[in-house]
């Protein structure tokens, strides 16, 4: 497998505000893209993710694009509330492989 | 229910020691891994167990081994523990590979004196 890069590595935004975590991958052999939560003290969570049939995936406040001719996918979170403050990672894989990002620590300010 | 357990939650022992962290999942899952996160928040595959077969092995000293009695469970045995091994240890489950969501423990945190 090969590294995925996520960017930026900490990010703090007002209570309300939307924020975008990116990522990038060089697998070709990717297919699926998951995205993780990790709160203080807890296990990482998945909160979304995407397979390379699909472009966007939305869920409630929280979307995923993937772009896979450029191997960028993005987080979107809107309307961020205090409770979104954690560790976001990234992930790139398929069957037999999966690369973590190095992380986002989320901050939203009340 | 907790989905995937594992215990203990704090582990702090010396240095030179060997320890076991404990990991059950009541999923049904087939694959079952072992993660380290370091004090960075970097997380990296240890190892990987499908139906008791170790399929994926990243380059872990052999001081570092998996034992899976069964599809429900997969230990971590740690052998003569260094200063290096201090991390938090996660472990995890699939329904089958890589491309199925992981459903994560609440961690083991290791602490070398």
């Known amino acids: 497998g090969e590294n995925v890069e996520q960017h930026p590595s900490t990010l703090s935004v007002q209570e309300g505000d939307s924020a975008v975590i990116k990522c990038t991958y060089s697998?070709?052999?990717?297919?699926?893209f998951p995205w993780y939560k990790q709160e203080l003290g807890k296990g990482p969570q998945l909160i979304i993710d995407?397979?390379?049939?699909?472009g966007e995936k939305k869920d409630q406040r929280i979307a995923v694009t993937l772009n896979k001719t450029a191997k960028h996918f993005s987080l979107h979170i809107t309307e961020t509330q205090p409770e979104d403050s954690a560790v976001y990672f990234c992930?790139?894989?398929?069957?037999?492989?999966?690369?973590f990002g190095a992380g986002t620590r989320l901050t939203v300010k009340p | 229910d907790t989905a995937v357990s594992q215990t203990p939650k704090y582990l702090v022992t010396q240095m030179g020691n060997d320890k076991s962290i404990k990991c059950e999942q009541n999923l049904g899952h087939d694959t079952m891994y072992w993660y380290k996160q370091d004090s960075k928040k970097f997380l990296k595959i240890m190892f990987s167990y499908n139906n008791k077969e170790l399929i994926i092995n990243e380059t872990v000293p052999n001081r570092f081994s998996p034992k899976s009695p069964d599809k429900a469970h997969l230990n971590l045995h740690i052998n003569s523990l260094e200063l290096g091994d201090s991390a938090v240890y996660f472990c995890?489950?699939?329904?089958?590979?890589?491309?199925?969501?992981?459903?994560f423990g609440d961690g083991t945190r290791l602490s070398i004196l």
């Open positions: 995890a489950s699939s329904l089958t590979g890589f491309d199925q969501p992981q459903h």
């Open positions: 697998d070709s052999a990717s297919n699926y």
């Open positions: 992930a790139a894989g398929n069957n037999n492989d999966m690369r």
């Open positions: 995407i397979r390379s049939n699909v």
